[in-house]
């Protein structure tokens, strides 16, 4: 029997964590084929998180971390030291449904598709819609600003401004992406040791395009798959204990990841330093709003 390692990092996510520890135990590991070892890091949570695990699930295996390490890093501490077949990362704010039983299909998909390196399953919003972060084109800088700018909301169909969220393609269907989010992803551990780690610098966002953009790199697929859903419940798992500063600092996280990324892979580009100036005046106003 194969193990698959379920790794999930959560900082001040009890409420919600609790929610996706359940559904699994509910909704996917009776059903599964597989060995389960969930792995829960715990990034320093003041919520009493680590105290939860112990005491409500002691089959969690529980790391905890002495600080706020990000979300890069805390996934980090557990995916060097495992020994999983295979490992699905999870955010602490899913939720798993009659829609998720047949997970093993993803696994499955790897095993008969070598050449895919990751696979994910159709993420759905709380409000019924589809989570366009589990279905991502390459980040050019164009493609980001028509994103960031609102072209992708008013224009949805029209591949031109839609390259991010590759909106144009049919979201019923499988088929081949360029990145997926970290919030649910799978992937064979052989492969993922071969290719490396997430990248640390990124604190949190990001890291999954650039993961995704290695393994590509290194010649692997990236999967979409829909037959299968998870239910994400955005924005959810610690913010709502955060204050007003902690929620814009995050903000700033995620457009700070983008320049990082471009820093990384667009460098060397002709068009580099006009197009980074411009990106950083556009980050500096949402920033400061």
Known sequence: MKM?????????????????LD???????PFSKHNIKITLVD??????????????YSYVNLIKSDKNTGFSAGNNLALKISEADYIMLLNSDMELTEKSKNIDILTDYLEDNPETGIITPKLMLGNGQIDPACHRGEPSLLDVFFYFAGFEKLLPKIKFFTKYHMLYKDFSTM??????TGACMVMKNDVL???GYFDERFFMYSEDMDLCRRFRLAGYKIIYYPDVEIIHHKYKSGLSSLNSQTKKNISNHFYDSFLLYYDKYYKNKWYYK???????????????K
């Open 23 to 29: 559904s699994l135990k509910k909704s996917y590991i």
């Open 274 to 288: 006009i197009a980074r100036f411009f990106v950083r005046i556009f980050v500096y106003i949402k920033t400061k």
């Open 175 to 180: 088929h081949e992406v360029d990145a997926v």
């Open 43 to 56: 990034n320093a949570s003041s919520d009493g998180t680590a105290d939860i695990i112990k005491n409500e």
């Open 193 to 195: 040791k071969k290719i």
């Open 4 to 20: 698959l390692e379920i790794v999930i990092v959560s900082y001040n996510s009890r409420f919600w964590l609790r929610k996706t």
